[in-house]
């Protein structure tokens, strides 16, 4: 069995047509998603790019890894999925965004096809500020917005062209080793400079914004309040500004879906389709203005909550309301490989999750942040509807998505939900000691810095 893994950088879950919204076109990600198990709440392991990436592909949460921030280096004891599929016999191929760090770039996989760019490779595993006084040095990552070219749009471009070559050599030979072919892709992660033509399908001018692109700052939690001054947040752009930015973000997801496309339609129309597994995901979201933030690094559900479909070539479909995390990946793969998932692993294979439903969605997934904007550490865990967000030495938020989406009314400090936090603050503790690895990241990261 074939696979193929796309993997995009900062799709919220919530900004596809697929699901739900009323406003960004994405119609081969939709159909993708009608054609495969569509998991309605899935979210990522750490709000953040390296430390997402390298938990996923090692089926590992973060703290177990040590992969506390941006600046991680892959430890080799860990095995990734290059390194479980070789056994399986498969060609594991590398194209385009890893954001790998140090000077191993394949980390058990057997080649590249094209590397990250250069300026996301560094070769040491640099620690983040994390004082009171740390700070980002401007917010550009709302600012700079609207439609122009940019090197990430022909980065893109340049992994769908050998992604692409790549399927078409496989789909006319008759070398039948099995391939695990992983295309990472830049967008929609910011700068927000999108393709005019795809800027062109969103005015500005009548875009709905959030209700609380504007929040006030004293009004938030204090955790929140941090964590807007550390990303130059706490003070909202202009309203003109926030419109061309969300137009931006917008319009660069259209233009990932197009580059999709051609990578679907290679399998589409090629004998690879009876034996080639599709898998599309991101490493996090994009708060995208939802209380008045831009970019992640919190646990809000634009943050967190990522898209992930799974198509089979068996045609199996359906929509998956049960929560499930980026750490379920590589169990789903070495099931599709045919190999024995290792009992130590956190996470579960997709396509039993998939196929045994349970009627209630009970099952918990965790996340976990030690970078700049929160001082100490942050830890969310969700099960069924209802997500606590552990902050170590401040008070904790509690939301029920289900009832409260935008997670506007906190109720951690009301006393009819005083069980439920004291439960899923129970069920957090189960997976680590929070005050501990608190501690370690900070360890590590004096130490890295000396």
């Not at 992969?67 to 016999?89: F, N, S």
């Amino acid at each position: 069995m074939n696979i193929v893994f796309l993997f995009s950088d900062e799709h919220a879950g919530a900004v596809m047509g697929n699901s739900g919204h009323p406003v960004v076109q994405t119609p081969h990600l939709d159909r993708l998603a009608e054609q495969s198990y569509a998991f309605d709440n899935a979210y990522c392991n750490y709000p953040i790019c390296t430390p997402s990436r390298l938990s996923m592909l090692t089926g590992r949460y973060p703290h177990q890894i040590e992969a506390w921030d941006l600046g991680a280096i892959a430890d080799r004891r860990y095995e990734t999925w290059g390194d479980h599929l070789a056994k399986a016999g498969y060609e594991t191929v590398l194209c385009g965004r890893t954001h790998f760090n140090g000077a191993d770039r394949l980390l058990g996989f057997s080649y590249r096809l094209l590397e990250d760019l250069h300026r996301w490779r560094h070769t040491t595993g640099r620690p983040p500020r994390r004082g009171p006084d740390a700070r980002r040095g401007s917010n550009s990552h709302v600012t700079e917005c609207g439609p122009g070219d940019h090197e990430h749009t022909r980065y893109d471009r340049k992994v769908t062209d050998l992604a692409v070559d790549f399927l078409r050599e496989k789909a006319a030979s008759s070398d039948e080793k099995p391939f695990l072919l992983y295309c990472g892709f830049m967008h929609p992660h910011f700068p927000l400079i999108a393709p005019p033509e795809f800027y062109a399908l969103y005015d500005p001018d009548t875009l709905e914004l959030p209700d609380t692109w504007n929040e006030r700052l004293e009004s938030q939690h204090p955790i929140i309040q941090h964590h807007r001054w550390a990303w130059r947040n706490d003070i909202p752009p202009p309203e003109a500004t926030v419109r061309c930015a969300l137009a931006a973000y917008y319009a660069l997801v259209s233009a990932l879906d197009a580059q999709i496309s051609r990578i679907l339609e290679a399998i589409d129309t090629s004998p690879l389709l009876e034996n080639t597994v599709v898998i599309y995901t991101s490493d996090h979201g994009e708060m995208a203005g939802h209380h008045g933030i831009w970019q992640k690094q919190c646990f809000y559900e634009p943050a967190v909550r990522v898209p992930l479909m799974l198509r089979l070539p068996s045609g199996e479909t359906g929509r998956v309301a049960q929560n499930v995390s980026l750490v379920d990946v590589l169990p789903t793969l070495l099931e599709a490989a045919g190999l024995e998932i290792p009992s130590d692993l956190p996470g579960d294979s997709l396509l039993e999750i998939a196929r045994n439903q349970p009627g209630e969605t009970t099952r918990a997934v965790f996340s976990e942040y030690h970078h700049m904007g929160m001082l100490n550490a942050g830890f969310m865990l969700k099960r069924g509807d209802y997500k606590l967000c552990h902050y170590v030495g401040s008070e904790p938020q509690l939301f029920n998505v289900d009832i409260d989406p935008l997670e506007n009314d906190d109720l951690a400090s009301k006393p009819e939900y005083a069980a439920r936090r004291s439960e899923l603050e129970t069920a957090l503790r189960a997976v680590l000691d929070p005050e501990r690895e608190d501690a370690r990241a900070k360890e590590n990261q004096r130490i890295r810095r000396l």
